[in-house]
C-alpha cells in the first residue's frame, strides 16, 4: 500500500461560453502518489460576472508532493480563502430531521425514562521568492506570485503552439499529471483557458494548505467540475455547492430530485422533539443512519444527473472574521511588551487559525537567521504545544521584526478570513445544492443559474409521530410526513418503538423535476427522465439573471426542498384512528408537464432508441 495517503477535497468553478458547448473543469495532481478524492466542497458568490470562487482542499502527504492545476476562462486574482468558512457553512446549512412525537386523545403511555439526544446532522521579503520556470515557446507565463502558504503560476498555451506543449510545460516544471490528463489539457489548451498552478512554498507544511481564492470575471456565472475531477475521483462522490447571489440557485443542465420521507427512517434517525408526556419514548439511533446514502440512491434513480436543495433562503448569519483582530493587534504594540511576550501574546491570541502555520514558518525563518538559533524544533500542529516550546526556548532579549510579524498575521489570518466573511455580508440570498457522481458519470459539468421564484427552504425537516390506539392501548405509529403525507407504522411498545417490519420505500427519490429560470418546477415521470436529461443538457443560464432578486411574495408552494413541506399547514389532526391493518400510502414522482427545451427535442427523441437506465453506458469519452 502506498504510504503516501492523500485524501483531497477540491473543486473549481470554470466554463466554455460557446454555442457548441458548455465546459468546466478542475483537477488535483501530485508527483509521487495516486490521488483519491473523496468529494467536492466550493462556495461561490456571483454579483453580475463577478465571480468570487473558494475552494476546499484537504491533503495528505509529504509538502514537496503537494501541487495542483486548475483551468480557467479567464485570468484570476489568487489568493487564499479560510476554512472557517466552510465550516460555518456546514454548521448553518447542514440537512437536519427533527421527529415531533405528540399526543393522541384517549391513549395511555407506558411509564418509560427519556433521555433528550443531540441533533442528527448530515448531511478547508519573509516569502521565499518564486522559482522562475523552465521556459517553453508554446506557454506564456501571465502572472506568477505568492497567495498564503502557495507559489503559483498563471499559465496559457501559446498562439500555435503545438500540442502537448503545456501539458510538456507542467511535468517538466513538477507539476506532473498522469497521462490520461494530457488530452484534457490539450483541450482547454486548444480553446483558450488559463491555467493556474499552485505548489506549496519551501518550508511551509501540509498544516498550512489552506482553501483558494478565485476572483474573475465570467457571464456565465457558477459551475462544478467533474469531467477534470473524474481523473481522481472515488466511487459516489458527495459534491456540495454553496452559491451566494441576490435569489435562488438552480442547476440548469442537470435535474433537481427531492428525497422521499417514506424511505428516511424518523423513528431512529429524526432528532426526538417533545417532552416527556408528549409521548417521548422513542428509539434514536443516529449512527445507524445513512443520509448521504439516502441521496445517493435519489441521485442514481432521478438518472444520476441531480442536485437536491438542502438550504435556500436568507444568507445565513456567519462570523468567521472578528472584528477585535485588527485592533488586537495596534493594542499590543502601546502595551510596552517584549518582543518574546509580543509575540508569543500573537501565537496565544491567534493559536485556533489556520494561517498561524505560516506565520511561525516565517518566523522560524528569522530565527534561523540569528546567531545561537533556537527553536528548531517548535513548528509543530499542537499550536498550545508550540507556545509552550517558544516561551522556554527563546531568550528574553529575544529581537524580532514586529512589522514583519504583524504584516504575516494580516496577509496569512486575517486577510483570507476577510474575503470569507465577504460572502455573509455582501450577499443577500444563498443556496446548498447536494449530490454524489462516480467517475464514470462526470462527463457534463454542471452549470447553475438563479429562479427568484421558488420558495425558500429551510435546512431542517420535521415528522410528526403520534400513537394509534385501540381502547386506549397504542398499537402503531401514525407518522405524518414532511411532504403531507401519512403512514402507519406497526410495531410493539417497551423502551422505544419497535416496528413489526421495515416500513421504509424501497424509492429514495420523491420528486424528479426540471427547474427553470422563472416559474414553479416541472414534475416528470420515471419513464421521461433519459428524455428530460438530453432536452437539459445543452442549456446555459441566461444573461443578467445574477441581478434579479428573489420573489417575496411566496405564490409557488410546490416541493422544491430536501424532503418538501412542513406537515403542520397540511395535516388534519382530527383525523380518525385507522383499523388495525396494512397501509399503502406512498410517496411517487408525479407525472407532470415536460420542461421547455424544444431546441434539441429532436436530439431527445433519437436518443430514446438507445437510451438505457443509468449505469448501464460508462466511461463516456471526453470530447
Not at 503545456?166 to 486548444?190: C, I, K, M, R
Request: charged share 20%.
Amino acid at each position: 500500500m502506498n504510504t503516501n495517503k492523500i485524501h483531497l477535497v477540491v473543486s473549481l468553478a470554470v466554463w466554455l461560453s460557446t454555442p457548441a458547448a458548455w465546459a468546466c473543469g478542475g483537477f488535483f495532481c501530485d508527483n509521487s502518489a495516486p490521488v483519491i478524492q473523496m468529494g467536492e466542497q466550493i462556495a461561490f458568490g456571483v454579483d453580475g460576472n463577478a465571480v468570487d470562487v473558494h475552494v476546499r482542499i484537504d491533503y495528505e502527504g509529504p509538502s514537496e508532493s503537494f501541487s495542483w492545476v486548475l483551468p480557467l476562462p479567464a485570468q484570476p486574482t489568487v489568493s487564499v480563502s479560510d476554512q472557517a468558512l466552510f465550516d460555518t457553512l456546514i454548521a448553518q446549512t447542514n440537512p437536519q430531521m427533527f421527529t415531533t412525537w405528540s399526543d393522541y386523545p384517549g391513549c395511555r403511555f407506558p411509564e418509560m425514562d427519556f433521555d433528550s439526544a443531540s441533533g442528527f446532522s448530515d448531511g478547508m521579503d519573509s516569502i521565499d521568492a518564486v522559482e522562475e520556470p523552465n521556459e517553453s515557446p508554446g506557454v506564456v507565463v501571465l502572472d506568477s506570485g505568492q497567495a498564503g502558504p502557495y507559489d503559483y503560476y498563471v499559465v496559457e498555451a501559446a498562439p500555435g503552439a503545438e500540442t502537448g506543449a503545456l501539458f510538456n510545460w507542467l511535468n517538466e516544471n513538477g507539476y506532473q499529471q498522469p497521462v490520461t490528463a494530457e488530452p484534457l489539457v490539450d483541450y482547454y489548451s486548444a480553446i483558450g483557458f488559463k491555467f493556474v498552478a499552485i505548489r506549496l512554498q519551501k518550508d511551509q507544511s501540509t498544516g498550512a494548505i489552506r482553501p483558494l481564492r478565485l476572483q474573475y470575471e465570467s457571464p456565465t456565472y457558477a459551475c462544478v467540475p467533474l469531467r477534470l475531477t473524474s481523473i481522481a475521483a472515488g466511487d459516489d462522490m458527495p459534491i456540495t455547492a454553496w452559491i451566494f447571489a441576490k435569489a435562488r440557485a438552480i442547476p440548469m443542465n442537470y435535474l433537481h430530485v427531492t428525497l422521499n420521507p417514506e424511505a428516511f427512517d424518523w423513528i431512529r434517525c429524526g432528532q426526538p422533539q417533545g417532552s416527556r408526556s408528549d409521548f417521548g419514548f422513542q428509539s434514536y439511533f443516529p449512527s445507524q443512519c445513512d443520509y448521504n446514502g439516502l441521496l445517493s440512491d435519489a441521485v442514481d434513480e432521478a438518472g444520476g444527473r441531480a442536485f437536491v436543495t438542502e438550504f435556500a433562503g436568507d444568507t445565513p448569519a456567519g462570523q468567521v472574521l472578528s472584528p477585535w483582530m485588527e485592533d488586537y493587534l495596534k493594542e499590543l504594540e502601546d502595551q510596552g511588551l517584549s518582543d518574546k511576550d509580543f509575540f508569543l501574546d500573537i501565537v496565544s491570541m491567534f493559536s485556533s487559525s489556520a494561517g498561524l502555520s505560516s506565520v511561525l514558518a516565517n518566523f522560524q525563518n528569522q530565527l534561523d537567521n540569528m546567531d545561537g538559533e533556537l527553536c528548531t524544533d517548535a513548528a509543530q500542529e499542537d499550536e498550545q504545544w508550540v507556545w509552550d516550546t517558544y516561551s522556554w526556548c527563546l531568550p528574553d532579549d529575544v529581537k524580532i521584526d514586529r512589522k514583519l510579524l504583524t504584516d504575516d498575521v494580516k496577509l496569512f489570518i486575517i486577510e483570507p478570513l476577510a474575503g470569507a466573511q465577504s460572502l455573509f455580508d455582501n450577499y443577500a440570498y444563498a443556496t446548498r445544492l447536494s449530490t454524489t457522481m462516480s467517475p464514470s458519470e462526470m462527463t457534463l459539468d454542471p452549470l447553475f443559474s438563479f429562479n427568484p421564484d421558488l420558495p425558500k427552504v429551510e435546512s431542517t425537516t420535521t415528522a410528526v409521530a403520534e400513537p394509534v390506539c385501540t381502547d386506549g392501548d397504542p398499537f402503531a405509529i401514525r407518522l405524518k410526513l414532511p411532504n403531507g403525507g401519512t403512514k402507519i407504522i406497526y410495531g410493539e411498545f417497551g423502551f422505544g418503538f419497535t416496528p413489526e417490519s421495515n416500513y421504509l420505500s424501497e424509492d429514495a427519490a420523491g420528486m424528479v423535476q426540471v427547474l427553470n429560470e422563472s416559474g414553479p418546477p416541472l414534475l416528470i415521470s420515471e419513464s421521461d427522465i433519459a428524455r428530460e436529461q438530453l432536452v437539459i443538457e445543452g442549456r446555459g443560464p441566461s444573461e443578467g439573471r445574477s441581478d434579479i432578486e428573489a420573489n417575496e411574495d411566496d405564490t409557488i408552494t410546490d416541493p422544491t426542498g430536501t424532503f418538501g413541506q412542513d406537515p403542520e399547514s397540511r395535516i388534519d389532526e382530527q383525523a380518525e384512528a385507522p383499523e388495525r391493518s396494512a397501509s399503502d400510502d406512498g410517496c411517487t414522482a408525479a407525472h407532470g408537464p415536460q420542461s421547455q427545451g424544444g431546441y434539441v427535442l429532436l436530439l431527445g427523441l433519437l436518443a430514446l432508441a438507445f437510451i438505457a437506465r443509468r449505469r448501464q453506458s460508462e466511461d463516456t469519452p471526453v470530447q
